[in-house]
């Protein structure tokens, strides 16, 4: 009797620990290819610029919903034309093929830091002050 009880607590146990372990595998998520670019083509590399973009600016397509600035209002044209004036800057569209096959990757990852810098412009806006100049910390720098 006592070996029969050992058996079932060990089948029991065995179960436990295989189903387990299967409902484990079953709840990872799919690691994100984008994270490890050590064994990436130059065209992976690009497609994952792009969707890093993409993140971005729906992070900022969200902040402007949330501050009740369309999207196509004169503020956020008169921004996207500097962004764009900017790009223009570095990267002159008048001889866009000999920057090569990163050119994709590199206009992405300037615009998506572009598109950082706006978020956190129109973030520091929500800051609520009691000062007249509301909406900006001013940190000094020291070297005034």
Request: hydrophobic share 35%; proline share 3%.
């Amino acid at each position: 009797m006592n070996t029969g009880f050992l058996r079932i607590a060990g089948l029991i146990f065995g179960l436990l620990l295989l189903s387990s372990a299967l409902r484990a595998q079953t709840h990872k998520q799919k690691s994100d290819p984008c994270r490890d670019s050590s064994h990436m083509g130059q065209q992976e590399m690009n497609v994952c610029a792009g969707k890093a973009l993409q993140r971005v600016e729906q992070k900022l397509e969200t902040l402007l919903k949330q501050l009740g600035i369309a999207p196509d209002s004169r503020e956020q044209k008169a921004w996207e034309a500097y962004r764009d004036a900017q790009l223009a800057a570095i990267y002159p569209q008048d001889n866009n093929s000999s920057y090569g096959s990163v050119y994709p990757m590199c206009l992405a990852i300037l615009k998506k830091a572009l598109t950082e810098g706006r978020i956190r412009d129109l973030k520091a806006l929500t800051v609520s002050q009691d000062d007249a100049c509301y909406g900006y910390e001013v940190k000094s720098s020291g070297r005034d």
